[in-house]
């Protein structure tokens, strides 16, 4: 499978809704970053689903490179 894009070498502090999922984005392509807007259509790449259990900031992963895919583990400090 390809790289991904890198968003941005930073993650993306969200505040999230209980109850709520969300979908980030894998692949780097999306404008709506750091969630899937569908632009990975006809690649590998598919969106990550992330359901929030509690209310609060959460920092998604903008680098794309994460081994804890959706939240950042600070992976952009080796890109």
Same mark, same amino acid.
């Given at each position: 499978?390809?790289?991904?894009?890198?968003? *941005?070498? $930073?993650?993306? &502090?969200?505040?999230?809704?209980?109850? !709520?999922?969300?979908?980030?984005?894998?692949?780097? *392509?999306? $404008?709506?970053? &750091?969630?899937?807007?569908?632009?990975? !259509?006809?690649?590998?790449?598919?969106p990550v689903k992330f359901e929030a259990t509690e209310s609060k900031r959460v920092f998604f992963c903008g680098c794309k490179h994460s081994d804890a895919p959706v939240t950042c583990d600070g992976s952009h400090n080796a890109l």
């Open positions: 499978m390809p790289a991904p894009k890198i968003a *941005q070498k $930073a993650p993306y &502090p969200v505040e999230v809704e209980a109850g !709520k999922s969300y979908f980030w984005c894998s692949c780097g *392509q999306s $404008a709506n970053q &750091p969630f899937c807007d569908g632009s990975h !259509k006809g690649s590998d790449f598919v």
